[in-house]
């Protein structure tokens, strides 16, 4: 272990390891895909005698835990990338900031942090070259917003989480207002590997302009989930299916949200396509910090817009008023077409309020909050449309958009169904097809979900 790291402080100047990364064409894990090369230098030009590198391992986004296993699985990379970026900009501290809900990431990182200085990896001299460097983990409260880099900053400063304007951007005042480089733990992690093996070796995969491999949290209404290490550019349809096993039941593939609560929907049409940071961008989406939730024809797109927008909303320091208000008013009215009482015009108003908030919001939550909505409109227009106009929720998820009903030719009378509706509303001798009564039905669903002939239908 950190045989890059001897490499970088033995082998390298700082010089030598920019032009490393930039060659690599290493783009940042957390989210905006940006340039890591760029960020690091920008930070190395800056004049200053105190400068900062940040892990960023909170990880908040509903179903995803990358971030999570790679803290508890792979911590001296992380640490080590820390330290070669830290040589590489002039810095002598450096902190992870991981959520107290990761308390095995939390004891697994300490120790490793413990080993590393007790081997003269990290601390004072450290092997024997003259660079110092030590690291100190800092506990988030579990504040989403605290993801975003500037509340991430005041955070670790003990000040309340929230946003500030950008410029200056945090390689220029960062941490305490002193130059920063912050990235995600996953993208420290690629640096020891592109020193040990050369930039020329990492650049070959991947595409083009999103070189490398990209972990990614496979979850939702696929066979097999979990995490997945994928060269970039490598198609939906290779991991959904090709890894994933494609959808339960074999139910034919309706879309998949990707980047987390602020992503968007991409549907079966574009699953050909391969994921790379322009790609998704391209599809209405974002790359994020590598989550992907699949769905079948069971999952309503208005609903899953509203659970989103509902997420940030309640996430949303509430500092400006694009985000605040914008989020506000897309919740209201996306609980109405949810409920059955949608106005045509709102769909227009959703527009609107998506273009003012990704223009004008102050942090990367509220500009990309939009997302769930804009993409799920582009993709699946006639849901929305289906829900103000003809009052129906196809997926049997609005409840009061759908009626459920029996099938008798799949019923075989096995009676569960009729024993368990609170309301009476289903009746039927037993080993006969029953019947359902929509004026009682509650549409609690569950009937649907003991009926394992089927036989209950959404209609």
Known sequence: ?????????????????????????????????????????????????????????????????????????????????????????GAKEGYIYVRAEYPIAIDHLSASVEEAVAYGFLGDDIMGTGFDFSIRINRGAGAFICGESTALMRSIEGRRGMPRPKPPNSVYSGLWGRPTVLNNVETFACVPKIVSKGAQWYAKMGTSRSTGTKIFSLVGKVKNTGLVEVEMGTTLREIIFGIGGGIKKDKPFKAVQTGGPSGGCIPAAKLDMPVDFDSLKDAGAIMGSGGMIVMDETSCMVDVARYFIEFLLFESCGKCVPCREGLG??????????????????????TELSKY??????CGLGSTAAHPVMSTLRHFRNEYEAHIFDRKCSAGVCKNLFDYMIDEELCNGCSLCRKRCPESAISGEKKKPHSLDTSKCVNCGICFSLCKQEAIRVG
Not at 62 to 76: K, Q, V, W
Not at 329 to 350: A, S, V
Not at 357 to 362: I, R
């Open 1 to 89: 272990g950190y045989a890059a790291l001897s490499s970088a402080l033995t082998g390298m100047s700082p010089e030598d390891i920019l032009k490393t990364v930039e060659e690599s064409r290493l783009r940042g894990r957390g989210g905006g895909g940006f340039p890591v090369g760029y960020k690091w230098r920008s930070c190395a030009m800056t004049p200053g005698n105190v400068k900062y590198v940040i892990a960023n391992g909170d990880e908040g986004d509903p179903g995803a835990f990358m971030d999570r296993s790679l803290m508890e699985g792979d911590p001296h990379a992380i640490l080590e990338g820390m330290a070669i970026a830290a040589s590489a900009i």
């Open 329 to 350: 008013q897309m919740h209201h009215i996306l609980e109405n077409i949810c409920l059955g009482e949608g106005k045509g015009h709102e769909i227009e108003t959703l």
């Open 357 to 362: 908030m990704t223009s004008a919001s102050l």
